[in-house]
């Protein structure tokens, strides 16, 4: 303000001057022309300097900012400061969007933005898988047109957004159960959230099928007992019915007893974040044991044979007995009399790779189809309902065999043919084996290796 009115004072007395000067010596017609002439001269730089600045205001930048003095030096300085502080806000803000968008993007959830007439002005690469969308090529399309669900439309429609719809959709990887929340915001502008519950309610319905399960395996037993417990009450028995009763009531009560350990071995397995405490495992001993205890269960009934090399495993002792038991005791029930069960330990030393070691049980029993291969370790998936209760199983070995097994970074992989027999094999890494250098045997560094050792029944 004071550069102005002094330019302007100079400006006044530099007229008054020259016109005085001008008019003491040739008279007041010539001082007048001379005022002219300087008011003239003035309003002329006055006039190029503000072409020059308006020029520069039209596509302002830091590198041509023009040349000027006095006044409009003044505010070209004033006008490139704001354009300093204007350009450090916006890319400020540009760059807080960037973020922000940055975030939305990375959202497990889908984001649709809608303006007030439901048309897409966002979305982000989620939402796009949700509903087969183009993030670029759909904006500003109705989101009714894209979205084709007559769900979808009912709930635009309706206009009452305080719950979630659940909508089914054909995705990229199968079909999806999308929960789509619209909430409204602004003048009329809409958000569209969308979550993928697919996997909740798979998970929600294996825990109402585990529920269903385990009360319909708990309540048979039950139902029987507590029919025998009736009759002994009200009838008079002989000895040998009394005690033919009691038998049957007995293998009722191993049955819940042998249902209620599996479950509880599952639950730890599950719910146990920890990794097992681990040990070496002599597996020549393991696998005599486990021989054993199928001779046992066998009866005579079976030729078991077994072989073991040497070497050692690390691992939790109860959880990997848990697991090659179920997979040793699943191979007994399931083979007719007469048929074969082997039981083998293999360290294999591959031309290429790792060694790793495998453990595995054979049978020449009913043998299992394909379809029915990879549902096998569901909790309780049986093939044949009536023939596994006739076994005593659970349902719930094999399960307990996946989860022991993860836990120890080990593989279970499964072959088998109708008629023909099954193959359940066990693979762990070299970090779980305890292996002997050559031409020794694990855990005795002096000791000559020994041949594999065959054991048979």
């Known amino acids: 303000m004071r550069a102005v009115i002094f330019r302007l004072m100079g400006v006044i007395v530099l007229m008054l001057v020259s ?43 830091h590198d041509n900012i023009p040349t000027a003095r006095g006044v409009w030096a003044e505010m070209l300085y004033r006008a490139a400061r704001q354009l300093r502080l204007w350009e450090t806000r916006v890319a400020h803000e540009e760059d807080k969007l960037k973020r922000f968008i940055e975030a939305l993007q990375a959202s497990p959830n889908g984001v649709i933005l809608m303006d007030a007439s439901d048309q897409i002005d966002w979305c982000n690469d989620t939402a796009a898988a949700h ?128 249902l209620v350990d599996d479950l509880l071995t599952l639950a730890h397995l599950e719910g146990d974040p920890h990794q097992p405490a681990e040990e070496r495992m002599d597996m020549r001993q393991m696998v005599e044991r486990l021989a054993a205890d199928a001779r046992a269960l066998s009866a005579g009934r079976h030729r078991i044979e077994a072989s073991a090399d040497a070497g050692g495993l690390r691992g939790a002792r109860t959880e990997l007995t848990s697991a090659f038991g179920n997979l040793v005791s699943n191979a007994v029930r399931y083979t007719p009399p007469g048929g074969e069960v082997r039981i083998t330990w293999r360290v294999l030393h591959p031309d290429y790779g790792d060694p790793y070691a495998e453990f595995s049980v054979s049978d020449t029993g009913i043998g299992i189809a394909p379809e029915h291969i990879s549902r096998l370790t569901e909790r309780f998936y049986r093939v044949d309902r009536g023939r596994s209760r006739e076994s005593g199983g659970t349902g719930l070995g094999l399960a307990i065999v ?46 000559p290796q020994a041949d594999r050792e065959s054991i048979s029944a």
């Open 19 to 61: 016109a005085g000067l001008v008019g003491w010596w040739f008279g007041p017609l010539p001082a007048a022309l001379v005022a002219c002439a300087v008011a003239l001269v003035v309003i002329g730089v006055d006039t190029a300097a503000q072409l020059r600045v308006l020029a520069w205001l039209k596509w302002p930048r």
């Open 131 to 258: 509903f087969g969308l183009d993030p670029k090529r759909d904006l500003r399309q109705h989101a009714v047109h894209l979205i084709r669900n007559p769900e979808f439309f009912a709930y635009m429609g309706a206009k009452r957004f305080d719950e979630p719809l659940l909508m089914r959709r054909n995705g990229s990887y199968g079909p999806l159960l999308l929960s789509v929340q619209i909430i409204p915001y602004g003048e009329g502008e809409k958000l569209l959230l969308s979550r993928d519950v697919t996997q909740v309610e798979r998970t929600e319905a294996m825990r109402r099928d585990f529920v269903a399960n385990v009360s319909h395996e708990i309540k048979t037993p039950l139902t029987v007992i507590a029919g025998f417990v009736e009759s002994l009450r009200a009838l008079e028995f002989s000895i040998e019915e009394r005690d033919h009763i009691l038998g049957l009531m007995q293998e009722q009560s191993d049955r819940m007893r042998h």
């Open 402 to 447: 996946k989860h022991a097994l993860l836990r120890h970074q080990s593989e279970l992989r499964i072959s088998s043919q109708p008629g023909l027999g099954s193959t359940f094999s066990v693979r762990f890494p070299l970090a779980r084996l305890d292996l002997a250098k050559p031409g020794q045997a694990a855990g005795a560094p002096d000791a």
